[in-house]
């Protein structure tokens, strides 16, 4: 029989190759749990442990039209942003300099996106339901139905969103609609 034996710098590159596409597998199944854990919806009155406290009026409400179309085109803007930094960074014309920068950005961008999916969380529960949260350039804009804009509701979700965020108050805009 004549085998052939890999030398041992092949058998060290094969075992470094297979540890990265662990290590990549890993990370990946890892983002996608946490991507589905922000998406999970809530619990609803019939599904929350006996022991659990009422939720109050405000959290259970469903989102207004508004508000879900504000998300909607949020939701998109970012697919499509993720998309084509996703293909610039598997094209092989891109040169390393322009490759690292959509790195980057689409590092940034995913960033942005959890915070903006936490602190409407955290507005939601606070009771500052139905709300949207946009953050883009290091600028953060709240958007909440104006029936419940006072100045302390105002200074409560500057409060929250300075909290939350590494965002100074001055980039930060609270809007109120009447359609929300």
Do not use: F
């Amino acid at each position: 029989m004549n085998a052939k034996k890999t030398p041992p710098e092949g058998r060290a590159k094969k075992r470094t190759a297979t540890w990265l596409r662990r290590g990549l597998l890993a990370a990946l199944i890892a983002a996608a749990a946490a991507l589905a854990w922000l998406r999970l919806p809530a619990l609803t009155p019939s599904d929350a442990p006996p022991d659990a406290p009422e939720p109050s009026a405000s959290l259970s409400q469903t989102p207004t039209p508004a508000a879900t179309q504000e998300r909607t085109a949020r939701e998109a803007a970012y697919d499509k942003d993720v998309a084509a930094l996703t293909a610039l960074l598997d094209s092989g014309a891109a040169d390393e300099e322009t490759r690292a920068q959509a790195a980057r950005r689409l590092d940034q961008l995913v960033a942005d996106h959890q915070s903006e999916l936490g602190l409407e969380e955290a507005l939601n529960r606070a009771g500052y339901s139905p709300c949207v949260v946009l953050l883009q350039n290091g600028a953060l804009t709240v958007i909440v139905a104006s029936a419940d804009m006072t100045a302390e509701t105002s200074a409560a979700i500057l409060s929250l969103c300075a909290a939350h965020t590494d965002i100074g108050v001055e980039n930060i805009r609270i809007m109120a609609r009447e359609t929300l």
